[in-house]
Structure formats: C-alpha cells, structure tokens
Nanobody, 124 residues
Framework: MQLVESGGDLVQPGGSLRLSCVVSGFTLDFYAIGWFRQAPGKEREGISCINTDPGTTYYADSVKGRFTISRDNAKSTVYLQMNNLKPEDTGVYYC??????????????????WGRGTQVTVSS
C-alpha cells in the first residue's frame, strides 16, 4: 500500500491550495481516506475523512466551511481543497488509508497506511 501526497506550497493568507493523495497497491474504492496535519511543535491533528460509497465526510471544526475533501476512485486519488487559508493552517499534511469506515472520531481511529506528507506554508 502506498499513498503519495502532493500540492503543498507557500501561499499567502486568504489563498487556496488543492492537495492530492494518489494511492497505489490497493483499490481505493474499499478504503476511507483521512487527511491529517502536523504543525511544528504541535501534535498531529485530524483534518478530514471521507468514506467510500456514499462518501460521507467529516471535518475538524478548525477547517469546516473552508476545506472540502473529495475522491475520484477511477483516478485512485483523494483531494483536499483548501480555501481562505490562514497562517495557522501551516504544517505538513498527510493522507492515510483506513480499510473500514471513518466516523466522527476519525482522528483517533487506526489507519492501515500513511503517506510521507506535503508541506503547506501560509505566510505573507
């Protein structure tokens, strides 16, 4: 199982980025995918999770209304659209695969595989 994140960049406050998580070695259709981030000196934080069909989603309160998670199983890719970015969104963003549903407690649920992360920096 392999997950590779991309799309991280340096962006000004108020800007947007779209992160991608491309998976290989397994069929995305059968896995929930979570997005997490870790800021320097802080613990890892769960950002969002998306289930398989019907694709229910969950978001951390800190990103609700600004971030949108989506998936394209045909492309083996999960996206995280991030709008109205704030300096506190800075961190390394990771995606992870879970071979079962994620729920409201997705942040603490076990995941089967993790990517290596992509850096997002929000600064003027």
């Amino acid at each position: 199982m392999q997950l590779v994140e991309s799309g991280g960049d340096l962006v000004q406050p108020g800007g947007s980025l779209r992160l991608s998580c491309v998976v290989s070695g397994f069929t995305l259709d059968f896995y929930a995918i979570g997005w997490f981030r870790q800021a320097p000196g802080k613990e890892r934080e769960g950002i969002s999770c998306i289930n398989t069909d019907p694709g229910t989603t969950y978001y951390a309160d800190s990103v609700k209304g600004r971030f949108t998670i989506s998936r394209d199983n045909a492309k083996s890719t999960v996206y995280l659209q991030m709008n109205n970015l704030k300096p506190e969104d800075t961190g390394v963003y990771y995606c992870a695969a879970r071979g079962y549903y994620c729920t409201r407690t997705y942040d603490s649920q076990p995941y089967d595989a993790w990517g290596r992360g992509t850096q997002v920096t929000v600064s003027s």
